[in-house]
């Protein structure tokens, strides 16, 4: 894992523990993490990113729709009095990856959460966040 790959917000799984953190801040050599109540500088290279499930999909707010492998988000833009809807086609049993697709046109395969979340962020310019 590269600082370039990274935003602030972006979940990441550390090594040494397995556990996934929130990224705080990061800098050339390293991210910082909240860890309990404390801010903790780790350097980048003991972090990876976490795979892309269908479980990370649902904490996200994706819904199947149609057959198995396909799962959605609407995103409601006000200023446009639109929507986005966001596919992403989850092969996770064979390929291990997904493809982000607008308009059923499929464009990028990613493989990690955070590309999850900095795609989202880059299509709607709103944070991708756990659903409760």
Same mark, same amino acid.
């Not at 370039?4 to 990061?26: A, H, M, Q, W």
């Given at each position: 894992?590269?600082?370039?790959?990274?935003?602030?917000? &972006?979940?990441?799984?550390?090594?040494?523990?397995?556990?996934?953190?929130?990224?705080?801040?990061?800098?050339?050599?390293?991210?910082?993490?909240?860890?309990?109540?404390?801010?903790?500088?780790?350097?980048?290279?003991?972090?990876?990113?976490?795979?892309?499930?269908?479980?990370? #999909?649902?904490?996200?707010?994706?819904?199947?729709?149609?057959? /198995?492998?396909?799962? +959605? /988000?609407?995103?409601?833009?006000?200023?446009?009095?639109?929507?986005?809807?966001?596919?992403?086609?989850?092969?996770?049993?064979?390929? &291990?990856? /997904?493809?982000?697709? #607008? &308009?059923?046109?499929?464009? +990028?395969?990613?493989?990690?959460?955070?590309?999850?979340?900095? #795609?989202?962020?880059?299509?709607?310019?709103?944070?991708?966040?756990?659903?409760?």
């Amino acid at each position: 894992m590269i600082a370039s790959e990274l935003r602030i917000g &972006n979940i990441v799984l550390f090594n040494d523990d397995g556990k996934e953190y929130t990224v705080v801040e990061i800098n050339k050599n390293g991210i910082s993490i909240v860890d309990v109540s404390d801010e903790t500088w780790i350097e980048i290279d003991m972090f990876s990113g976490i795979p892309l499930t269908e479980s990370w #999909l649902i904490k996200f707010g994706f819904y199947q729709y149609g057959n /198995q492998n396909l799962w +959605k /988000q609407r995103v409601k833009r006000a200023e446009h009095k639109s929507s986005i809807t966001i596919n992403t086609f989850c092969h996770t049993s064979t390929t &291990n990856h /997904q493809y982000i697709s #607008l &308009n059923t046109f499929p464009f +990028k395969k990613i493989y990690f959460v955070h590309q999850l979340q900095n #795609l989202y962020h880059a299509l709607t310019g709103t944070e991708l966040e756990i659903k409760n």
